[in-house]
């Protein structure tokens, strides 16, 4: 499979001989569609949060700025920007200027690794050719496309912790301390689940996991489709502090968190962050499980066969569609998790499901690459869930002595 | 005497040095934080000060007085009847329900009593204000733990009730309805047929409220086990209304109690459970919105015709005396106790609001739990700050 | 029929809330663009009939926030029937409410043996300065127009006088 892909595999646009105006030209073209894309984006997501927000609660949302009240996001924009900066005189002057743009810069670098379409019709593998130039329709294609989207969202938490740290506030101290461990710990989780993911694609590369699920029969249903895909789901989801583990911000308990001190465009910087991350989270995650701008075949008919060569745009566009609508319908339905539950979940759900489901299958995948008998396949197959059930009997004999020892130190108060 | 070697006594002097460091390191100072008296949960200007350690409280004292407004000074420079347009403002939510104890006191002290009309239309207006008061308090349960879709709900159909009240009392938030002797006026037409709508309304508005949030897994585990109140601590701390109940204390002054209201004119069920925890105090009352609900639908089947004002003099002097009066408010026991010179006003007025002794349990039951548990536990409890500060 | 976990049960009343406001629409009223007609019986405003007000003081005195001003001074009438003695009657200079204090409890236009005030459910009356609140006679005057008639009492009750 790896072999399929062009040697360099960072993108076929730079690996041409003649250097002339085209490269540079497809390169600036994609970071311009990438950045409006991203705060357009952006936009509606805000809009179309509210939107669907309101219909669940019976009520209008956003309809006097713009046709629908599209422009209602960008109306609130202005009015952030315009409004008082207030530093806290007690904050870390320089961190707390840092972190919006920590949070910020992350959420849009993420766009540059992903898929954002691409000519799939007839089975081609999703490059065009603009300027007369093999391209990919995606800003950069890395080897380690995967790689480096773990990296940004790990620096994106560093926005929120120094953000709550930085206003020297209390509640946004509570705010910061929620974000570190629930990040981290998510992130373990997320890691884990993505690992199942690369390995039945074989590659790191955001392009190649596409290139490798071309046809349902090639989602890995089986191995990553259900298990590492819900477990993704809900790590992304606390990921991204998205209700219910929005507790980060939870304006009840802690006042907004991290960003209670934060006002103006600083504050509207860690907004958008949110929301970007959201559709960026959203597009990978359809990137790594379902085939991104892949075409869903019904037999041989392609919805958005009509639309050429944007076909791929379209399919990743209804496909990162359908989760931005489940975010918003959590986000109208779930209460929020409380803090030592939402660890629990993490590390004594998530964590160990994502790490056995991953042992599992890299067993396999061994038994694969060394041609084992049908016996020995077996054999392995039973060795495998003898020590995963092994594993889990370890791991709730460990909880449960754990709890004894909490209860007889009576740490409860 | 056992004598010990020199190293025996330098080690130990250096275990108890290491010990006392040790202590002075870990020891750690917990933060005080104070919930309030701005803060999005606490419904007004309560205030909670909490010492954290990490996430967990520690020690909790609620500050109350933030708004504080001195209605039982401002009584004793009132009138008789211009109290009740001041008392109503105690428990906004459910203001009707604040007008009815006193004008009972009063009625006890000049010994009359409302017509029985009037004495049915009270209970049904009272019922109302509870299903205004609580319903609302189903929808804030869930926006206290981050559901923001119940509140609107409620907030929905809450409207219809507070129509009916102003229908027929003419204010929706202060009816200021209920004259010594019998009410201002009778029900408008048309009135009647309009309830019964309204209240199969708010019984598929309990409906949606325990699909939406009582069953969500999320939600029960916000809540069970969570500040459990133990029937003795409740009834050492003077909680009443839904909080008693649900700590298993079958105890509702609807049902104990002889009053001139309709409420022994009907059949209802008085909902306890026995966990006592946060879980327990919103379910029943959901059971009690539900059962008001029904309260209200039997004394509209059932109501007499009459006048709704007793023969009371124009100039209204109330006799020297005391009388104490008690009813089961939407938030628990609510009561005057009236002290009367023989003035057109009164003497004295000592308000028994209910959310003043509930919310006294706080530091007892806020002990140990996680930050969100506060806020979880205060929305259980379910106070209005009118009715605390007062 | 299976327990659905009660996760998804709250996932189908939100979803089902949007189709119906899909559908139906939203139970929202845009206030200035679509109004809600009060009830009759709501108390808006008072209305005063300055015709029927002997200044007689008992809508300032009885008011809990004392929030009525009036003045009045007496003068001479002329007489009801040819030949009589002219009246003395008192002719309101003043009759101020200030909006700013009023607690619209009603207790005005309860006490008042002559029918001089009414509510009336008009409530669009707010003003940029507080001081526009206070409502003079003239203005109080003109909400006359707006008072509705007594709606009909229901079934049972007691027909008045």
Known sequence: MIAMLPVPAV?????????WWQPLAIVGLKVLVVFIIGLVGTMFMVWFERKIVAGMQNRIGPDKAGPFGLLQTLADGIKLFFKEDLIPERSDRFVFKLAPFLAFVPAFLIWSVIPLGGDFTDGRDGTVEWFGQITRVQLADPPVGVLLVLALSSIAVYGVMLAGWSSGSKYPLLGSVRASAQMISYEAALGLSLAAVLMAAGTLSTSGIVAAQDQLTDWHLLSTGVVPFVVFLIAMTAELNRPPFDLVEAEQEIVGGFHTEYSSIRFALFFLAEF???ISMSALLVTLFLGGPQPLLIGSFDLFAVLGPFGGTAWLLLKVFLFLYVYVWFRATLP???????????????????LGWFLLLAALQLGRDNDLSQVGYVTLVIVCLVVLGLGYLLFTAAISVARRNRDREGAAY | MTMLSERQQL??????????RLNVELETEGMTLNIGPQHPATHGTLRIIARLDGEQVIWAEPSAGYMHRGYE?????????????LINRIDWLGSFANEVPFILAAEKLMEIEAPPRAQHIRTILFELSRIANVGLFLGDLGVQMGAITPVFLAFRDREYVLNLIEGATGGRFHPNFDRIGGLKDDLPQGWIDETRQVMKKLRGFCD???????????????TRGIGVIPADVARQYGLSGANLRASGVDWDLRRDQSLPMAWDKVDFKVWTHPDGDSWARCWVRLQEVRESTKIVDQLLDTMPAGPV???????IKVPEGEAWVSTENPLGEMGYYVVSKGDLGPFRVKIRSASFNNISITPWVLKGVYVPDIITILASLYFILGDIDR | MPKLPGLIKGLGVTMGTLVRTVKDGANTVQYPHAKESPPVRARGVIALREDNCTACMLCARSCPDWCIYIEAHKQLAPPRRAGGKPRQVNHLDRFDIDYALCMYCGICVEVCPFDALF???EYEYSEPRIADLLHDKTKLGEWMETVPEAPALEVGAEKKK
């Not at chain 1, 993108?11 to 250097?19: F, N």
């Not at chain 2, 000074?73 to 347009?85: A, D, G, I, N, Y």
């Not at chain 2, 004002?309 to 100039?315: L, Q, T």
Request: hydrophobic share 45%; aromatic share 10%; charged share 25%.
């Open chain 1, 336 to 354: 929020r998790l409380r803090y030592d539950q939402l660890m629990d979940l993490g590390w004594k759900v998530l964590i160990p499901v994502a």
């Open chain 2, 208 to 222: 949606e409220i325990e699909d939406l949030l009582f069953g969500n897994e999320i939600f029960q585990s916000r």
């Open chain 3, 119 to 121: 509510w009336s459910p």
């Open chain 2, 11 to 20: 080690s130990y002097i250096a275990s108890q040095a290491a010990d006392a």
């Open chain 2, 309 to 315: 004002m007793a023969k009371v003099p124009r100039i």
């Open chain 1, 11 to 19: 993108d076929p646009v730079l690996d041409t001989e003649s250097w």
């Open chain 2, 73 to 85: 000074k401002l009584t004793e420079v009132r009138t008789f009847p211009q109290v009740t347009s």
């Open chain 1, 276 to 278: 970007m991350n959201v």
